[in-house]
């Protein structure tokens, strides 16, 4: 069972040893920390859960560290005598792997290559052991995987310990947004503040179905590394009757620093957070899907029969004759809760007709994107696709001649190319657009032989 959660940052200069009187600056943290542990301790849990954006961290797949026990010390950030061992809850982690296994959920013990404990559990586990340490740990990572995964990740926990019927507290550990202060180690985007203060109000009220609405660029901008330790302790108390209490929130060195603590005061199955958010997104996809045209449902007919099938869809017979007379390039981009899926495109038409490009992009698309494992037939209820169909590209003498709203790019040099499709979530200037699509070619964005072409396109949604 759950008997408490917390929710902490991880600064490595909350610790004398490590700040050498900078610590200070940063009292009602530390304060709040020292209240926090003590409530941990009251609870008397037998395991201690660390979520941990600094453990080992897949894009696919969620880590849970192996093996009986780890060694870690502060040595990196020069003191190396704030050091301990802790033993892991083996039980618990064999039983929750076998429980993702069975459920075919990606995540377990057996891609861990990370013996050492990270900061992100150290700090955290500095402050308890001050005051609790009769407890074994499990430790585990986050992933690139879409939020709702990391929430149902979090049920997944919570039904290992009332199977093992282990007395479970759970520390969920993650800075706040990084670009608070000019002067700070990140400097200052309006987004760090904002995220502290959304995030505070979030947590801090336990309105976790907002956890879910936090935009994938909104949270890039903002330079947090804690929202999906957040997203899975929140799955953890799924169908829990919870309290939070706000310690403390601060950023003095451009970092914000959040503490919140939640008692356990039973049940409620009103709070069940991701049964309503899909519920919602259900009716969503299903609303968008029928006002869709014909160019994203013969995209999304496609995608589905790939993954079905795992082979290109054959050409239907009631097509119109716009996709059977025209021939063009297209991109078929594939989002899973916010979050890129899958996207392949062809700049200049290679097949006969436009239909045929869109069959074969979108079977690229859910299947042989090389940055992502190929989708499986239970997501896709959850897939938004769109179509961009390309004009034909034209080369430009100068940078001003772009513009990231309206014109994608192809980037070329020393054989090698990279292409950006236009108006993309987070992609707010020409420099960054230019430095992307040559980060996907492998270019440097300074080659004095780069060739830059712009392109329009027709977007389907």
């Known amino acids: 069972m759950i008997v408490k959660a917390i ?48 453990a080992v961290m897949y894009r696919d797949y969620f880590n849970i560290s192996s093996g009986s026990k780890a060694y870690g ?57 001050q005051c609790y340490t009769d407890y074994r740990l499990v430790r585990i990572g986050l992933s ?11 049920q997944y926990i919570a039904r290992t310990a009332e199977k093992l019927n282990r007395r479970i507290a759970v520390i969920a550990s993650g800075d706040l ?77 451009g970092v914000g620093y959040g503490i919140i603590t939640y008692d356990i005061e039973g049940t409620d199955k009103k ?26 449902k013969l995209a999304r007919e496609a995608a589905a029969y790939a993954v079905r099938h795992n082979r290109t869809m054959p050409m239907p017979d009631d097509l119109p004759a716009e996709l059977l007379e025209r021939r063009a390039g297209c991109f078929v981009s594939v989002h899973e809760h916010g979050d890129l899926r899958g996207c392949i495109g062809t700049i200049a038409p290679v097949r006969d007709s436009l239909a045929r490009e869109i069959i074969e992009n979108a079977y690229s698309a859910v299947l042989r994107d090389p940055r992502f494992a190929p989708v499986m037939e239970k997501e896709l209820p959850w897939l938004e696709i769109n179509v961009d169909i390309l004009e ?19 980037v070329s040099a020393h054989g090698r190319r990279g292409v950006l499709l236009p108006d993309l979530d987070g992609v707010d200037s020409v420099e960054e657009q230019i430095g992307i699509a040559c980060s996907k070619g492998r270019i440097d964005p300074e080659d004095e032989d780069l060739v830059i072409e712009r392109f329009e396109v027709t977007r389907h949604v």
Not at 14 to 33: H, N, P, S, Y
Not at 144 to 154: D, V
Not at 392 to 410: A, M, N, Q
Request: charged letters at 30%; a negative charge.
């Open 7 to 54: 929710m902490v940052p991880h600064p490595p200069i909350a610790l004398a040893e490590v700040g050498r009187g900078e610590e200070r600056k940063m009292q009602d943290t530390l304060d709040a920390f020292r209240t926090a542990s003590a409530e941990v301790r009251d609870a008397a849990p037998e395991t201690i859960i660390v979520l941990s954006p600094h």
């Open 271 to 296: 709070n069940r957070y991701l049964e309503q958010y899909e519920q919602t997104q259900k009716e969503k996809l299903a609303e968008s899907a029928e006002k869709s045209d014909i160019y994203v």
């Open 144 to 154: 690139g995987l879409p939020l709702p995964m990391h929430y149902e990740l979090g």
């Open 392 to 410: 034909e590209p034209e080369r430009i003498s100068d940078r001003s001649e772009l513009d990231v709203k309206k014109y994608g790019i192809i």
């Open 177 to 253: 947004a990084h670009c608070q202060k000019e002067d700070g180690p990140y400097g200052y985007r309006p987004e760090g503040p904002a995220y502290d203060e959304r995030i505070m109000k979030t947590m801090g009220t336990c309105r976790f179905e907002e956890l879910f609405a936090y935009e994938p660029s909104f949270l890039d901008k903002s330079m947090e590394c804690g929202h999906r330790s957040f997203v899975i302790l929140a799955g953890i108390l799924d169908g829990l009757s919870v309290k939070a209490h706000v310690l403390s929130h601060e950023a003095p060195f």
């Open 73 to 129: 010390d502060m040595g990196r950030f020069r003191a190396s005598r704030v050091a301990f061992e802790k033993n892991y809850d083996t039980e618990f982690t064999s039983e929750l792997t076998r429980l993702l296994r069975e459920n075919d959920f990606p995540g377990g013990t057996e891609y861990d290559r990370e013996k050492e404990l990270d900061h992100g559990t150290m700090v955290p586990l500095y402050f308890l052991d």
